[in-house]
């Protein structure tokens, strides 16, 4: 077996990384995960938090407010909608991030409503994390 | 006979109006070049998306629950048409091939009964639909701000698309728009979204992965159309922006080149008399002679 794979972010309007990584710790909507080579085959919806790539240069972190990953042995490919590294993630940035999270979950209701929090949550939690406050909440 | 005068000035302005198409000419191309890589920036996305969305679907198709962005809304009554096109002009045929190809598909749903109802993106292909179909357009998307198209842009023409099909506004959408061959091809394409369009093509390679789901497969199919379908408008516009530049710049060239015939036709035109007049005053001074 491999001792790495290739791991790939992308997003619609660009490509983040292509590298090869030994593993790759991953923000799944039913809990954070790590995929390693050789992983069964596997694809989960992502939720907002940080991705941690460990490459042959270190660990590289990003940020994913979404989309889905699909893991197989030789390969980890992440389809954020919005994603970048996590150094790059600003003040301005996050506050933008929070404020479209909290107006998307104020224009619905009922259970649609908790998954919006849902999405809200993991945002300011991706921030703690960060170390980042949302200015405007 | 124009006079000379009248030809010195006609070749200036010619010249002129060759010094803009070429102008244009050399903006496209380096436009072009900028929309080709953003198009290619966005392939391995939509590439993958598609996979995985055609992988899921596959194992879903048939089942009772499969999502309504899949399977239809059961019905197939109302058409939806996404129109794309560009917000500026003098770009050769680009704009009336795309809207040609929607008013034919137009005119082939209303033969059969059914009815048709259309979106503009870009404003010069509503004002060709206007004409005829007027009646059938209920919503237009400005792009005239939008320096360069971003996953924004396509992201909000597909939720509101996807409020309409919630609301049972359409059954069917499909997206029109152009496909980039090169700079002197694009073909205009028509492309289903909704519901989603299943690859008949069985894929031994790809298909023989069986992957593992979290959440289940319906509960991320549900959460998949939804981008799946943005991403199709977003490849869709990008695509469009780079065949709207191929286009300017081949119709540019080609008005360049027609200035530059014209420039030498004039000319020629312009020498002749010159020669003319000059002639004709040598011919008075000498015949002014022998009559003396």
Redesign the interface.
């Known amino acids: 077996m491999a001792d790495t794979m290739q791991f790939?972010l992308?997003?619609?309007?660009?490509?983040l990384a292509s590298v090869p990584a030994t593993e790759v710790q991953i923000p799944?909507?039913?809990g954070d995960f790590t995929a390693m080579p050789g992983h069964?085959?596997?694809?989960?919806?992502l939720r907002p938090g940080i991705v941690i790539a460990a490459t042959d240069k270190g660990e590289i972190r990003y940020v994913v407010t979404g989309?889905?990953a699909?893991v197989?042995g030789e390969h980890v490919?992440l389809?954020a909608?919005r994603s970048l590294l996590a150094e790059e993630l600003k003040q301005p940035e996050f506050d933008e991030m929070v404020t479209e999270a909290k107006t998307s979950r104020d224009a619905t209701s009922g259970p649609e409503y908790d998954a919006a929090n849902k999405h809200f949550a993991d945002i300011m939690e991706m921030g703690r994390q960060l170390g980042l406050q949302a200015s405007t909440v | 006979m124009p006079s000379l005068k009248d030809l010195k000035n006609r070749i200036n302005s010619v010249k002129s109006t060759r010094k803009i198409t070429k102008a244009m000419q050399m903006v496209a191309a380096a436009k072009l070049r900028r929309a080709q890589e953003?198009a290619e920036?966005?392939r391995?996305?939509?590439k993958?998306?598609e996979a995985?969305v055609n992988g899921?679907a596959a194992s879903v198709k048939g089942s009772d629950t499969a999502p309504k962005l899949l399977s239809g809304s059961g019905k197939d009554d109302v058409h939806l048409l996404v129109v794309m096109t560009s917000e500026r002009g003098l770009c050769g045929g680009f704009n009336s091939s795309i809207v040609k190809l929607a008013r034919q598909h137009a005119a082939k749903l209303r033969s059969k009964g059914k009815t048709v109802k259309i979106i503009t993106v870009g404003k010069k292909g509503r004002e060709q639909l206007r004409r005829d179909l007027g009646e059938h357009l209920i919503a237009h998307v400005d792009l005239s701000d939008v320096k360069r198209v971003?996953?924004q842009n396509?992201?909000d023409i597909a939720q509101d698309v996807l409020k309409r099909f919630d609301a049972e506004e359409f059954d069917v959408a499909t997206i029109f728009f152009s496909r980039f061959q090169s700079v002197i091809s694009q073909i205009p394409t028509a492309q289903q979204i909704i519901p989603a369009p299943i690859a008949e093509t069985e894929e031994e390679s790809q298909g023989s992965?069986?992957?593992?789901?979290?959440?289940s497969e319906e509960?991320?199919l549900e959460?998949?159309l939804p981008?799946s379908v943005?991403?199709q408008i977003?490849t869709a516009l990008l695509e469009n922006a780079a065949s709207e530049q191929g286009a300017r710049m081949s119709a540019m060239d080609s008005a360049t080149r027609n200035a530059g015939d014209m420039i030498d036709r004039l000319t020629i035109e312009y020498n002749r008399s010159r020669q003319a007049a000059i002639t004709k005053e040598l011919i008075e001074i000498i015949s002014g002679a022998e009559a003396l």
């Open positions: 790939d992308v997003s619609p309007e660009r490509m799944g909507a039913e069964v085959p596997f694809i989960s919806t989309g889905f699909e197989t490919s389809l909608e | 953003a920036n966005a391995p996305y939509a993958r998306m995985v899921l971003g996953y396509a992201r992965t069986v992957y593992e789901y979290e959440p509960a991320i959460d998949l981008r943005a991403t977003f």
